[in-house]
């Protein structure tokens, strides 16, 4: 239960959330026509004759689109609809050429799923949540009106007019900025898994439409507002919160809220009226005659599954229960996909190189991932070359220190001229002396050395004062210019001194 | 020799390719043809060009001995609902005036790769929205049909193929294309001797068609004989990727397969098409077809079609709804008639363009189906509507069990004169009445001609076939077109 409340001047209120996501569905053709659908092109250029609503064009299902957003149903365990239809959604505006968005009113595409969203106690997430997800269904974006072009007409740009979209509809089980914050984090995460959206909210792969109340605790949900295309996870957490206090003011103060589409400023992080319910469109659907009910088949259906990835939820497990990684470093590695699939790489290579289980390498290969690798890189800064950073020369410098040939401060410092130069990690080891000695006769030496220099300690030692013997350790050390491997010296110690 | 513009598409075709004449011969006579037909007002724009290239580009296939196709060296018309590359489209409307698409409609260009050629763009009704050509921003097409009593009113040509009906019949084209939503293609042959056929939903190809309602709009042919239809359907007919509603089946060699034998065939006799106000003339033709059909060797069963009355306002719900949607993208912001009128804004342009854009009957269907589509209505008439049409269906499905193809009239009266029911709606759309219970179930259904009445005007019967049998209708109607010895013409008055 989220403790969440807002301090309101007659006691406390918990605020309601639910979201509506627009996720722009990764293809590299439109919803209903043939057309690109790359980012950043010129103006109208990406535009076929079925996105300019010529008279006499029709749409065409692009069935890629339709598999994506049923893998994405999949992978939030969701119902998937075998029979689903598209509606159109009529109203005029200049970005819309047909008159009407084709989108899935009655029948969706995908019916009720949910995500688990992670504890996080320092959000206030005391355990895991489930927030459930209603419905995925798919629709066509709109066009881009331009008003910065000329000082009295405004342009129309139909690039995205077409491409296809994911709205994903959460139900209203959010109680805190924090929990819409990780479910929005969680849900791209996953999309990002299944490669079904990019994600990229800053270019508005992904918005957010933002559906607010507030209640007293435990009492009937409280009239809502919908704040429009909300587009970052910090932006949503701001309108929830700016949104929330403004209803409980507005509540406090004898008024009532109004059921209304509103806007998020971003600069001043908070929100304004829109249109309200009397003003809202009546959309006219109706199921588009143009397009037959879509029906999917158990090949098709099979053939979305067995595409899918391993989640994140499933990853998580097994980095914890199978590879024997801590709870926190299982969270980090599989939060991001460039994230999880560089760790495996490398823990592949280096498993292989080591001929060993990747379990028994495993905390190795993440220490070195999570806390190593990316403290040289930073400290580098720009003098970095992340291209040198390869699965193969991380896997040798691995290689050596886990075979005592280099300790852990020479595997930094040979990491370092790899990101510089590219340079092989053996090579460098070599050239620049950057090795440990295991030599066994030339520690023996120096251990015998620094016994006959400390015959008084030696005999405090015997004497039962154990403590002394990482004296020992460290003198030797010292006098190997610190590249004595200290498995060896130990071994040498433990041995000489009985 | 006999005149060029008295033959059909088979003994154009036939008669090309034996070297009779030169398919140049047959699209210069069309030509004059159309050239001397100007106060029919039966087309839009003229392409004399385009018939005389299609034309040439056969005879030099045929001189080099290659394979000419189905429709070689026959000029027809088009209706203007057809997009044709480089020649303005404009659905009769002024919204679309000067409308020149860049591209060729999949049934248009099917019939160019068969070698036919245009002779120009079909007047009809304004979106095809009407049944009498009354509604066309171009003027009203004239019919070439008179009254035998010498009275010279203009005579309705039917709607809203009322362009296609009246070149056929005048013999200024052999054939042309139509389109049938709620019976445009049917009604208007009825009313002008010819044949119309409307395949079944999917046959023809809906792209680049200006749509009017989507889930009832077919194409199909008219010309003067049951065969021409045949060899024409076959040429526009087949499965297009670039609609989704388009049947994906082969096209059946329906000229090969013509056979008037129906022995063993069922002909059922709908007792709900015997409504009250039928004209007597209109039943008696009726009774005829039962005697021709009968002679062809078919049996002729009662069947009862139950839902039939509801079919019209079903009708009149879905088509203006879907009408209302699909004329939305004519707004004036990426093409056609932009109306702006000074300091206008955005809605505005809208509001101007479509006014000015658009004719009363338009606005008319416009605002019915926006109003059927409104929150709080919706359940009441469109849904409704939807379950009357899966009854209507579902009564012809039950029909087939008892026969194979129904006989019918097309219309309830043989063609009006222009101006009689202009002034009411309700009178002009009970015109469709025989027609729109076979639109509703996607099914084929055809126009021949089958006697002339008192006034001397042609009256047409009706066939409806079975989904995806277009073979068993073409087949009905060639048993009426042999029996029915239907040689009548409009005499030349324009």
Redesign the interface.
Known sequence: MSTYRIQGATGEWEVVIGLEVHAQVTSNAKLFSGASTAFGAEPNTQVSLIDAAMPGMLPVPNRECIRQAVRTGMAIEAEINRWSRFDRKNYFYADLPQGYQISQLYHPLVGEGSLTIEADEKAGIPQDKVVGIERIHVEQDAGKLMHDQHPTMSYVDLNRCGVALMEIVSRPDMRSPAEAGAYLRKLRTILRYVGSCDGNMEEGSMRADVNVSVRRPGEEFGTRTETKNVNSVRFVMQAIEHEANRQVDLIENGGTVVQETRLFDPNSGTTRSMRSKEDAHDYRYFPDPDLLPLELDDAFLEECRASLPELPDAKRRRYVEELGLSDYNAAVLTAEVETFARFETLLAETAKRLGKSEKDVATQVANWSLSVAPGVMNALGDEANPAHATAGAQAAILQMQAAGEISGGQAKEIFEIVLKTGRAPAEIAETEGLKQQSDTGAIQAEIDKVLAANADKVEEYRGGKDKLFGFFVGQTMKAMQGKANPAVVNELLKAKLG | MTELTELGVKAIRDGVAAGDFTALEVAEAHNAAVAAAGELNAFIVTTPDHALAAAEKVDSDRAAGKALGAMAGVPIGMKDL??TQGVQ?T?ASHI?ER?T???E?TVSQNLWNAGAGMLGKLNLDQFAMGSSNETSYFGNVVSPWRHKDGGNADLAPGGSSGGSSAVVAARIAPAATGTDTGGSIRQPAAFTGICGIKPTYGRCS??????F???LDQAGPMARSVEDCAIMLEAMAGFD?????SLDLPVPEWEANLSADLRGKKVGIPREYRMEGTDPEILESWERGKEWLRDAGAEVVDISLPHTKYALPAYYIIAP??A??N???Y?G???GLRELPDGAG??DM?AATRAEGFGDEVKRRILIG?YV???GF?DAY?NQAQRVRTLIARDFEKAWAQCDVILAPTTPTAAFALGDKTDDPLAMYLNDVFAVPASLAGLPAMSVPAMLNGDGLPLGLQLIGKAFDEQGVLNAGLAIQQRAGFDAKPEKWW
């Open positions: 057809f997009a489209t659905a679309l409308f698409p860049e591209y409609s809906r792209w680049g068609v200006v749509a309602a989507s889930s990727p670039k609609d989704s509603t709804a879907e209302s949607s004329l939305a993208r707004d912001v990426r093409y955005l809605q809208y926006t589509l409104s929150a919706y469109y």
